[in-house]
């Protein structure tokens, strides 16, 4: 089965830069979705098509894919950025997730 | 506003069954493939199924296939998820989810209703 890789948990201090990865053998070959769950809230789409923000989702967020691994990247990182944070393929006509990664903001 | 809210869930014992909606509202409805996403507790997203726009084609997770069941109603501009032979491992919040084009991200999703299956 199609599986993606993330790390559980990535920490990065207020005002610095996170990224979140996304592993699966060349994954360049997909497009690869990011989502944004807040605590106790449905998902929301952050970015999508390897490096497109949706409306509404701040500059400060950025997409990479390529060769092995898909990057969600955060910049300038705020409090309200604590969330856990998922990739999403789709393989054939299914979607697949990774595990996710809670982001901590220290 | 683009929104989809879900309804139905509940406890319900095991091998029981459950019909869950989901209702589409400033958006064309029929133009888009919709998906059901589960979230059991304390743990990732899930894929379960999809349908297409018309409810000619769908698809389903392993681990649901042959037990639920997704269809639409693209007059009520609703969806629905029919579960049956419910186990504890189905416990979780069920959300739905639209895409904008196939192959893109969900950009819109419900609250969640939530499924208790337990004795």
Not at chain 1, 1 to 17: F, H, I
Not at chain 1, 77 to 83: M, P, R, S
Not at chain 2, 16 to 24: I, K, N, Q, T
Request: charged share 15%; hydrophobic share 30%.
């Amino acid at each position: 089965s199609y599986e993606l890789t993330q790390p559980l948990s990535v920490s990065v201090a207020l005002g610095q830069t996170a990224r979140i990865t996304c592993g699966r053998s060349n994954i360049e070959d997909k497009n690869v979705h990011w989502y944004q769950q807040r605590p106790g809230q449905a998902p929301v789409l952050v970015m999508y098509r390897d490096n497109n923000r949706p409306s509404g989702i701040p500059e400060r967020f950025s997409g990479s894919n390529s060769g092995n691994t898909a990057t969600l990247t955060i910049s300038r990182v705020q409090a309200g950025d604590e969330a856990d944070y998922y990739c999403q393929v789709w393989d054939s006509s299914t979607a697949v997730f990774g595990g996710g990664t809670q982001l901590t903001v220290l | 506003e683009v929104q989809l809210v879900e309804s139905g869930g509940g406890l319900v014992q095991p091998g029981g069954s459950l019909r869950l909606s989901c209702a589409g509202s400033g958006f064309i409805f029929s133009n888009y493939w919709m998906h059901w996403v589960r979230q059991a507790p304390g743990k990732g997203l899930v894929w379960v199924s999809r349908i297409d726009s018309d409810g000619r084609n769908t698809n389903y997770a392993d681990s649901v296939k042959g037990r639920f069941t997704i269809s639409r109603d693209n007059a009520k501009n609703t969806l629905y998820l029919e579960m049956n032979s419910l186990r504890v491992e189905d416990t979780a919040i069920y959300y739905c989810a639209k895409v904008p084009i196939p192959g893109s991200g969900m950009d819109v999703w419900g609250q969640g209703t939530t499924v208790t299956v337990s004795s």
